[in-house]
């Protein structure tokens, strides 16, 4: 259940603490300081769509591709956790198909010993020759954003794109990864702009799901995840829910490390500019980064029940399971 209405007790910010280690698979939070289990590498920051629930046009543009010699830097500093890390995600803001190495760039996750390697895209530039590309160079995973399988409300949400070439783009990836790479996930994810507590929602995920389902594999997922205002700084006027403050801790700071292009350590995937600037993987060691004071003092104030002092954090449920939709439908249908 998401606590967001009054403080937390100790007792109750214990078990919040103990339930995040099991889902890191650790005894305690402590030894979740060793090394993110989950990396974020932006190789590129630029992106073919104009959506109006993204921040696009404020990025960051001063570097919009990682220098090869500090994706080179970063994978080294990578290989020796290489059984620790659970994932490395190629893409946190850009859109990946725009990175003319990302293949390359793949292979070279894979050669370091990095078990799981994934990409998220809108797929408009995702065609057959690409795909198979990323999938030789040993492609795990490929998260499609793609938020209506209605073409108009699709052309008001992802400007630029065309609806027909992604569709035809995420269908010919999936017969080409069930005919020769059937190990390699899909995740399908949607944005959902209604109330998605209302009975709309639960028809709407179903037809989403059913529109897939065909060329879906067993360990594939199709969902959708909340629209959100990026930390604060982007109010598009979408329907965003009101959360209020939010008091339990966030998994994010003891998993997962964000790298923008520019090298710079993020919060997470909504400090799309790194303005906390938690450190720079161009002259510090990752290490030295993950367990920095700068780290360790949001670490603590999600631990204590005062994340919302953070800009970022304040009545954030992004990275929450029992806030997504299809985990609130879930529980809905079993009753």
């Known amino acids: 259940m998401i606590v967001s209405e009054t403080e ?42 104009r959506c109006p629930f993204c921040a696009v046009d404020r990025w960051d543009q001063s570097q919009p591709h990682m220098s090869d010699e500090l994706f080179e830097k970063i994978v080294e500093q990578l290989e020796p956790h290489k059984e620790w890390i659970r994932w490395v995600n190629m893409q946190k803001a ?49 998260m499609f954003s793609i ?10 949400t992802r400007i630029g794109l065309d609806y027909h070439t992604v569709v035809n783009n995420i269908r010919d990836f999936l017969r080409l990864r069930n005919e020769s790479w059937p190990h390699v996930r899909v995740r399908i994810r949607g944005l959902f702009f209604g109330d998605f507590q209302s009975p709309d929602a639960r028809s709407a995920l179903v037809r989403y799901r059913n529109f897939w389902q065909p060329l879906l594999r067993k360990n594939d997922r199709v969902h ?36 923008t292009a520019m090298g710079r350590v993020a919060l997470c995937p909504q400090d799309f500019n ?15 980064i993950w367990r920095s004071t700068a780290l360790n003092r949001i670490r603590k104030l999600h631990a204590q029940g005062q994340r919302n002092l953070i800009p970022f954090c304040r009545g954030c449920v992004l990275y929450d399971r029992e806030a997504a939709p299809e985990t609130i439908l879930s529980k809905e249908e079993k009753h």
């Not at 370091?112 to 999938?135: K, Q, S």
């Not at 938020?147 to 008001?156: A, F, G, Q």
């Not at 790194?274 to 030295?288: C, S, V």
């Open 147 to 156: 938020d209506s399988i209605d073409p108009e409300e699709y052309r008001r």
């Open 8 to 49: 937390l007790s100790e007792a109750r910010l214990a078990a919040e603490r103990h339930k995040l280690a099991g889902i890191l698979a650790t005894k305690n939070l402590d030894e979740c300081l060793r090394f993110p289990r989950y990396v974020q590498i932006e190789t590129v920051r630029v992106c073919n769509a």
């Open 224 to 259: 959708f995840q909340r629209p959100h205002d990026w930390g604060g700084q982007h109010r598009w006027g979408g329907r965003l829910g009101n959360f209020g403050n939010v008091y339990h801790p966030c998994v994010m700071p003891w998993s997962t490390l964000s790298i």
């Open 274 to 288: 790194a303005r906390l600037n938690l450190g720079d993987a161009n002259t510090q060691p990752l290490e030295e």
């Open 94 to 142: 850009g859109e990946v198909t725009l990175d003319t190495q990302a293949a390359e760039r793949i292979s070279r996750l894979k050669q370091a010993g990095i078990r799981h390697v994934i990409i998220a895209t809108n797929g408009a530039l995702f065609d057959r020759a690409t795909a198979r590309n990323y999938l030789e160079a040993g492609l795990d995973e490929v």
